[in-house]
């Protein structure tokens, strides 16, 4: 078992990636054009990816910069249309906190709570039938919603 401060090989970046998308190997394989054996093997380090190009096409089906695979710091953003940095924004503001941490910025509207579960619900839905996708889509409105809701409350 790998200790808190161990670097990951590539393969296990890759594996580690693909889980946490929810694919399974013979997935990615078939995004990738290559075989179930293929991804497993470079998963274990069995397997070397050496070209550039597939190292990228992996990064892009993971939905992952390069860096990302290649346990680099991130230098760039995500690609425009990615909804990734729509939620990594709404989880990084100040405002997602507690009002208590950072007071009371949020407008004086008036929260709706039936909005919130309809979204909810379909965030679930969409989920449940393995869109990703479109459950990261759901993720900003769906935070935002939240913190309208935690205003309210309070």
């Known amino acids: 078992m790998r200790g808190g401060g161990d670097e990951l090989s590539i393969g296990e970046r890759i594996a580690f990636y693909r889980r946490r998308r929810g694919l399974s190997q ?10 179930e054996d293929w991804v497993s093997k470079v998963e274990r380090g069995e ?14 089906q993971l939905r992952v910069t390069l860096n990302d695979l290649l346990g680099e710091p991130v230098l760039f953003e995500a ?11 709404a989880l990084m ?7 208590t941490l950072v007071g009371d910025e949020l407008p004086a509207e008036q929260a709706d709570a039936e909005p919130v579960a309809r979204l909810t619900e379909e965030a679930w839905n969409q989920y449940q039938e393995g869109n990703l996708g479109q459950v990261i889509s759901l ?5 935002g919603s939240a913190r309208l809701l935690e205003h309210a409350s309070a």
């Open 93 to 99: 503001s100040p405002q997602r906190l507690s009002h």
């Open 47 to 60: 397997r070397q990816v050496n070209r550039v190009e597939v190292l990228v096409e992996l990064a892009r």
């Open 139 to 143: 993720l900003p409105d769906l935070l």
């Open 79 to 89: 690609e425009e249309g990615d909804d990734v940095p729509a939620v990594r924004d």
């Open 26 to 35: 013979v997935v990615l394989a078939g995004l990738m054009g290559k075989s």
